[in-house]
């Protein structure tokens, strides 16, 4: 088996190297996104909708084409142009660039030219997922970005994020085995989903509440 080496892979037109192979075996380049990128730049955002403009808390780190995540804003949605706080959205497609922020919300923007960009599947990924043992002594299978599960009582349980959410607005998908699942039911004391830990409750069709022995929770936002 042959190797081939080098340093660098660079198309013929470009003015700088795409791929970089590093000496320690990995991989760099301007092709390939930064922690930082990876990461985004996270600021606020304030909008109506309809509207393709969208005012930011701060415009450092924001520029021209990059992808723009946040609630309400169509995925695919980029930035246009941005003078000062005011960012100009743009749409591929024929729809609105956003449904409308309520009041101002968390925005995040992701460069758009990296092998691999969060601003493609942002409003996609699962923050947070659980499979526990809801009997007996509670016990998580398998789980990520959740710390642990507090057992209120019978078919009463809040899931702990290891790391917090961006706001309280995320989406929460739950199931449970021969129990109905449900959140912020005053009847077992629910609340309101916070941005470290929502709290969830099964029962039976007879609205008995009952411990279950396989619970799942997702998390997406």
């Known amino acids: 088996m042959s190797t081939l080496s080098a340093t660098n892979l660079k198309n013929a037109s470009s003015a700088s190297n795409n791929i970089v192979l590093n000496s320690d075996g990995t991989v760099g380049g301007a092709a390939l996104a930064s922690a930082t990128e990876m990461f985004g730049t996270r600021t606020t955002g304030t909008n109506t909708a309809g509207s393709t403009t969208l005012t930011v808390g701060s415009a450092t780190g924001i520029s021209a084409g990059m992808f723009i995540v946040g609630e309400g804003i169509v995925p695919g949605t980029t930035v246009s142009t941005i003078v000062g706080t005011t960012v100009t959205m743009s749409q591929a497609s024929a729809a609105s660039p956003n449904l409308g922020l309520t009041g101002t919300e968390p925005v995040i923007f992701y460069a758009n030219n990296k092998l691999v960009s969060p601003g493609v599947i942002g409003s996609m990924l699962c923050r947070a997922w659980v499979n526990f043992k ?64 929502v709290r969830i409750g099964t029962r039976t069709s007879a609205a008995t509440f009952q411990d279950t022995p396989y619970v799942c929770v997702a998390i997406f936002r």
């Open 134 to 197: 809801g009997t007996s002594t509670v016990a998580i299978r398998a789980s990520y970005n959740v710390s642990s599960i507090t057992d209120n009582g019978a078919g009463d349980y809040t899931v702990n994020f290891t790391t917090a959410m961006a706001d309280a607005n995320y989406g929460i998908d739950v199931s449970a085995s021969n129990s109905q699942s449900f959140i912020n039911d005053a009847d077992f004391g629910g609340a309101d989903p916070t941005t470290s830990a």
